[in-house]
């Protein structure tokens, strides 16, 4: 049977990923490593925990010994690696941690995929027949857009934060993987994600979060701040077919072809939650605050999709419009998860269950 290892995986888009894998290949293995942080929810994965491909194993990608260690029992014929600190102002507070597991968790997972899967009796390139690393990254590392213009594959990097200088530091190493060692690998750069389970540190389910409950809906500076927004699904989608179809070596740029002003889009999600609370229009709005601006705040992220669309054939399912409503609905119906996560004791809660 062959195995793939998926890290991250019991976070936002790592958790969408597995479910793509677990329910699209019963015959392949899929592990799900994942150490449980703040952002590692398993009761993502509640209803395929129990499918007979699917096995989590929690582990740390900064323990090089033990990622080596899970490598060698479970010899994974591919890994897709989402695991990541993403939150950029919990990088400009604690930029070590994002060093340690952007940085030094991805060389870890290449050092290991490279001593399994190479022969050392050979050094051959050969040896990596049939062995794929798909490395997933963001549109941060390109920095900031004016106006006009879009992300390609073959923009220059010039991250701007210490989160983004973290994922362009581990988007070169992999790079330098396949270049040096002929370790095959594939990348993805994708826009900011939205959708079902995501950790609401985040603007969209910060936003809906605060507005159940009545609180201010935070925006920074004057809200123009302006993003490529892609559902979650779509996105897991996007990366099972770059991991089966894509080119060795290559970089696939992934968007929803969605670009919005934070205030255009807090707008428009307090519109569709008036409506489906049943609230006067315009009342949600009435919570929206203007906050000081965060340092190294990039004004706009655009991205082009166009080699994805045309060599593989991906494009965005849904609009903007309708993604949202399809995750409005989906935190309106999950109430008690989104409690839960807020409250401060889930991470205690989901790591006690394997310790």
């Not at 990254?137 to 594959?153: Q, Y």
């Not at 809200?223 to 894509?246: M, N, P, Q, S």
Request: with cysteine.
């Amino acid at each position: 049977m062959k195995t793939i290892l998926i890290t991250g995986g019991a976070g936002f888009i790592g958790s969408h990923v597995v479910r793509e894998f677990v329910l699209n290949y019963p015959e392949t293995k899929i592990i799900n490593l994942d150490a449980l942080t703040y952002a590692g929810n398993l009761e993502n994965l509640k209803d395929i925990e129990r499918k007979s491909n699917y096995e989590f194993v929690k582990a740390d990608i900064t323990d090089a010994k033990h990622i080596l260690e899970v490598f060698e029992q479970y010899q994974p014929d591919g890994v897709i690696h989402l695991a990541a600190e993403s939150h950029v102002d919990r990088s400009i507070t604690n930029p070590l941690d994002f060093v340690m597991t952007n940085v030094i968790g991805t060389v870890n997972l290449l050092n290991a995929a490279k001593t399994i899967w190479q022969d050392a009796s050979t050094g051959s390139a050969q040896d990596f027949e049939g062995k794929r690393f798909h490395h997933v990254s963001t549109d941060e590392v390109f920095g900031a857009l004016g106006d006009e213009g879009f992300f390609t594959e073959e923009t220059s990097y010039d991250p701007h934060s210490p989160y983004s200088a973290s994922k362009a530091s581990s988007d070169h190493f992999v790079r330098a993987y396949h270049d040096t060692y002929g370790l095959p690998i594939v990348m993805t750069n994708c826009s900011n994600n939205y959708g079902p389970n995501h950790f609401p540190e985040k603007l969209i389910p910060l936003c809906i979060h605060n507005i159940l409950n009545g609180n201010p809906l935070p925006i920074y500076g004057d809200g123009k701040y302006t993003r490529d927004w892609l559902f979650v699904i779509d996105h897991a989608k996007a990366i099972d077919l770059v991991f089966h179809e894509g080119k060795n070596g290559g970089s696939y740029n992934v968007g929803g072809f969605n670009e919005w002003k934070n205030i255009d889009l807090v707008k428009e999600l307090c519109k569709q939650m008036d409506e489906k609370l049943g609230k006067e229009a315009g009342t949600s709005e009435q919570l929206i605050t203007f906050v000081k601006d965060r340092p190294g705040h990039d004004l706009r992220y655009a991205i082009d999709a166009t080699k994805i669309n045309e060599e593989l054939g991906w494009k965005p399912s849904v609009t903007f419009e309708q993604g949202l409503s399809l995750t409005i609905d989906w935190f309106l119906s999950n109430k008690e998860w989104l409690d839960h996560v807020t409250s401060g004791d889930y991470q205690n809660y989901y790591e006690n269950q394997y310790n």
